[in-house]
């Protein structure tokens, strides 16, 4: 079948249609590729570079830094805390923050530059055609900021207060609430402040801080119960050294709660007994003989803390009679202790929390627990010893309620 005229005519024009589209593209394709190799080895910034929101695409170097410079002069303030009425600062060279002008200028001159020809140019397409975006980042010193913050923190921080029961002037159980403490944590303000400081977006505002509430070991809810006086005993001891001691230990008790089903330790509460900690030589008893150490004196106040316990209704779980029986108390009503050997030890089994007091003035010592009238269920409690046995008898009313055998010990017969 042979071709129309027509057909060919149209055939010949497209022919050279063609070929002159693919002349065009190879000469416009030659001329960008020469443009590109010019921006590449010039000095300005490609076109689409962008940086807040500000095109910067024909900035030399120069005209960048003043750029960035004048961009880190607006976002860098110094920084204001507050806590309640009071306000802390902190400027960017007490932290050492200062703005990476020069590697931001240096990104914004590396698009459409550093590779090769084609890549070049297809750098600069891409960044003509979608925009390529700079961010001026910061660094500060972290060693400096933390110091700050914690500057901060020990004007803000408080410690907790203990709620107390103590006697008042006429004898009555008076109650202190407790305090709750505060504290700030510096990690976390810190760690928080990081991206805000490198990126430069502080905060323009007050950055208010939030301490951390800290309970006490003891609330005002911890005694909200204490209503009475379960139980108290007082021993007498001479002035002195020993006395010295005697002192000390009452304080390591007093002031404690021991809460329902808790286990109070005599030892773990007071302590070693060494010259470090403020104790003295005195009498002490070891291994069967009279002798000296530090902290004579002390297992009168573990002895008495025992009746006290015994008369409030509590349960002992770890007692030990001294080797000879004690001039300070009755026999059988003593409790012994020594540094890591012997221990004192009882558990509150009532419904509510017990609140121990001790006082060593002058030459008395006097041990009371605190507790809830309720637990005893309206009983009194007395201790009644058969020779060297010993039995806490329960009255209501009088009437006998229960008789309860604690124990019979064997002292030895000090030699002289």
């Not at 291994?287 to 349960?315: E, F, I, R, W």
Request: charged share 20%; aromatic share 8%.
């Amino acid at each position: 079948m042979e071709t129309s005229e027509v057909q060919k005519f149209n055939l010949k024009n497209f022919l050279s249609t063609k070929t002159a589209v693919v002349a065009t593209v190879a000469l416009v394709g030659a001329g960008a590729m020469a443009f590109s190799t010019s921006v590449a080895s010039g000095d300005k910034i490609v076109l689409g570079v962008r940086s807040e929101g500000q095109p910067i695409g024909g900035m030399d170097k120069l005209s960048a830094e003043k750029f960035f410079t004048n961009v880190a002069a607006q976002k860098i303030h110094t920084l204001t805390f507050r806590y309640g009425n009071e306000e802390f600062t902190v400027t960017p060279e007490e932290i050492s923050l200062k703005p990476l002008v020069n590697k931001a200028t240096n990104e914004a001159f590396g698009y459409g530059r550093g590779g090769s020809l084609v890549d070049n140019f297809n750098g600069q397409i891409k960044c003509a055609l979608n925009g390529r975006d700079v961010k001026l980042t910061a660094e500060y010193d972290a060693t400096l900021l933390d110091a700050k913050l914690n500057e901060i923190a020990a004007k803000v921080n408080r410690d907790p207060v203990n709620a107390v029961c103590e006697f008042g002037s006429n004898g009555a159980i008076e109650k202190i609430p407790g305090v709750i403490g505060k504290k700030l944590d510096t990690v976390k303000l810190a760690e928080d402040l990081r991206e805000p400081l490198t990126t430069l977006n502080l905060p323009k505002g007050v950055i208010e801080l939030e301490p951390q509430d800290i309970a006490p070991f003891i609330t005002t809810e911890d005694i909200a119960q204490i209503d009475t006086v379960l139980g108290t005993y007082s021993t007498y001891y001479y002035p002195g050294d020993r006395g010295d001691n005697i002192w000390i230990a009452a304080n390591s008790i007093s002031d404690k709660i021991v809460k329902p089903s808790w286990t109070f330790s005599f030892n773990d509460t007071v302590g070693p007994r060494t010259w470090d900690n403020g104790y003295k030589v005195a009498g002490v008893i070891i291994n069967g003989k009279p002798d000296v150490d530090y902290g004579g004196g002390v297992c009168q106040v573990s002895s008495t803390l025992y009746n006290a316990v015994l008369l409030a209704g509590l349960t002992p779980t770890e007692r030990t009679p001294h080797f000879f029986a004690s001039s300070y108390i009755g026999l059988a009503r003593d409790a012994t202790v020594a540094d890591g050997q012997i221990d004192f030890k009882f558990r509150n089994d009532l419904l509510h929390n017990v609140y121990l007091i001790a006082e060593a003035s002058g030459s008395t010592l006097t041990v009371s627990v605190l507790g809830t009238k309720a637990d005893l269920n309206g009983a009194d409690i007395s201790l009644e010893t058969e020779g060297t046995s010993l039995y806490r008898v329960w009255r209501n009313g009088g009437e006998v309620i229960r008789d309860e055998y604690l124990h019979t010990d064997v002292y030895e017969t000090p030699k002289t």
